[in-house]
């Protein structure tokens, strides 16, 4: 038995696929196919969140050294009020790094639910919903692995793994 992919929930092998302790033998599966559902507008203002955060000290800089040469002080006050903004913009220089890390792991994850279906006996049969892109990409070659391994040719899942009939928003 070769196992493709494995994690807490999901399982998939060469004989069967596993989904929250539900077994689904590769033999008894037909056709594979998933759904891309709608994005969500929570992620997307995380996501705009993160960029004003990033953005958030570098305009306070620039603003800074616009107000020293705007206020015409003394070469002391300006310097000062320029080194401050100038401190404050390389402030952002430690921030960004873990913002970007966020950011970065915000699109692998995705900004929609998805959905992984089969027929299963006859009937179509959800195997997997997650908001995680990169996760069902993974478990879906793995299933895409899986199935072109089981001989039987019934099967089908397309390279795409877009389902042959017309696809209804979920």
Known sequence: MITYYDDRSVRVTSTAVRVDGRTYPL???GMVWHRRGNRSWRVLAGRGAIGAALAGPLVAAVLGIGLAVWLH???VVTIAIVGASVLVGLGVGPLADVLFEHLDR????????WEMWARWRGQPVRLLRTGDALRFGQIYRAVQ?????APAAQKAIGSSGSNPRPRSRP
């Open 73 to 75: 002080r003394s070469a």
């Open 145 to 149: 692995r899986a199935m072109e391994g």
């Open 27 to 29: 033999a008894e599966l």
């Open 106 to 113: 915000s699109y692998a994850r995705g900004s929609r639910e």
